[in-house]
């Protein structure tokens, strides 16, 4: 079993010691995403089965927001955002990513701003200003500031990626996809944040589910999400045969199962 695994590190390369590869979800990887496409969207192909996070989300979102003036806080390139004009009052997109909100505002209705601002900064509203507020895999350091933008008893809803998204790359890619972490960093950040920041309730649920990918080249598309045409190339070029090998070994009627994790965030003002 050890020669197997050896031979498979060996056979695939790792794409973070290309000279161009950022750190995923760091500034500069955003800049790179947001000059590349304009757009924070994922390019892979996959289904959920199971409980489905997003769906649940939207859900609940759906419920909250009409008639409100609304934060979409970690807002990306607002599709989501722009999708819930409609019925609201009037919602607000923020993001650090300038590309992203100049996309954002191409389409954008009367009753949609966007902002763009660094939430570890205060952030550039009025105390009250929102009655409610969501966080569609934004960054949770916006946190301690919502309390203060939000009105009392307003409600935020947030989706977060989980502390196990895929882990089952990591053993079937060794060398593509690096290690697992340990323990639970990403939830107990929330719970730092959320302690911190004075919410007067505030609840997380943890949701599991199935990710079906599609093919051999969803793979590669997962790992290099965001990253510059020549880490793809790369990867394509070293490591494509071995990568189709394991999944075609592994895959189901239905593609290659990972597992995918979500916390889902309840709190209110």
Same mark, same amino acid.
């Given at each position: 079993?050890?020669?197997?695994?050896?031979?498979?590190?060996?056979?695939?390369?790792?794409?973070?010691?290309?000279?161009?590869?950022?750190?995923?979800?760091?500034?500069?990887?955003?800049?790179?995403?947001?000059?590349?496409?304009?757009?924070?969207?994922?390019?892979?192909?996959?289904?959920?089965?199971?409980?489905?996070?997003?769906?649940?989300?939207?859900?609940?979102?759906?419920?909250?927001?009409?008639?409100?003036?609304?934060?979409?806080?970690?807002?990306?390139?607002?599709?989501?955002?722009?999708?819930?004009?409609?019925?609201?009052?009037?919602?607000?997109?923020?993001?650090?990513?300038?590309?992203?909100?100049?996309?954002?505002?191409?389409?954008?209705?009367?009753?949609?701003?966007?902002?763009?601002?660094?939430?570890?900064?205060?952030?550039?509203?009025?105390?009250?200003?929102?009655?409610? &507020?969501?966080?569609?895999?934004?960054?949770? $350091?916006?946190? +301690? =500031?919502?309390? /203060? #933008?939000?009105?009392?008893?307003?409600?935020?809803?947030?989706?977060?990626?989980?502390?196990?998204?895929?882990?089952?790359?990591?053993?079937?890619?060794?060398?593509?996809?690096?290690?697992?972490?340990?323990?639970?960093?990403?939830?107990?950040?929330?719970?730092?944040?959320?302690?911190?920041?004075?919410?007067?309730?505030?609840?997380?649920?943890?949701?599991?589910?199935?990710?079906?990918?599609?093919?051999?080249?969803?793979?590669?598309?997962?790992?290099?999400?965001?990253?510059?045409? &020549?880490?793809?190339?790369?990867?394509?070029? $070293?490591?494509? +045969? =071995?990568?189709? /090998? #394991?999944?075609?070994?592994?895959?189901?009627?239905?593609?290659?199962?990972?597992?995918?994790?979500?916390?889902?965030?309840?709190?209110?003002?």
């Amino acid at each position: 079993m050890n020669r197997e695994v050896d031979r498979l590190t060996a056979a695939l390369i790792d794409p973070t010691t290309h000279k161009d590869w950022m750190m995923p979800h760091s500034f500069q990887w955003y800049a790179g995403l947001g000059s590349l496409t304009g757009k924070y969207a994922y390019p892979w192909n996959s289904t959920i089965t199971g409980p489905d996070a997003e769906r649940i989300f939207a859900q609940e979102v759906a419920g909250m927001v009409p008639g409100k003036k609304v934060l979409d806080v970690g807002c990306g390139h607002g599709d989501f955002t722009i999708g819930w004009s409609p019925v609201v009052q009037h919602i607000v997109g923020l993001d650090i990513t300038a590309d992203f909100i100049h996309t954002a505002y191409s389409t954008a209705p009367a009753n949609v701003s966007f902002v763009t601002a660094n939430t570890k900064d205060r952030l550039p509203f009025e105390q009250n200003e929102f009655d409610c &507020a969501y966080n569609r895999k934004g960054p949770t $350091s916006a946190y +301690p =500031e919502l309390t /203060r #933008i939000i009105k009392k008893g307003g409600r935020l809803i947030a989706l977060h990626p989980g502390d196990r998204l895929s882990p089952e790359l990591s053993i079937l890619f060794p060398g593509l996809y690096g290690p697992q972490q340990e323990g639970t960093p990403v939830l107990d950040k929330i719970k730092q944040r959320l302690d911190a920041s004075g919410f007067a309730e505030a609840e997380i649920e943890t949701v599991l589910g199935t990710q079906y990918l599609h093919g051999p080249l969803d793979i590669v598309r997962l790992r290099c999400f965001g990253q510059t045409s &020549a880490v793809h190339e790369m990867v394509m070029e $070293s490591s494509l +045969p =071995e990568i189709s /090998r #394991i999944f075609a070994q592994h895959q189901t009627t239905h593609g290659l199962p990972t597992t995918v994790e979500y916390y889902i965030v309840r709190a209110t003002v």
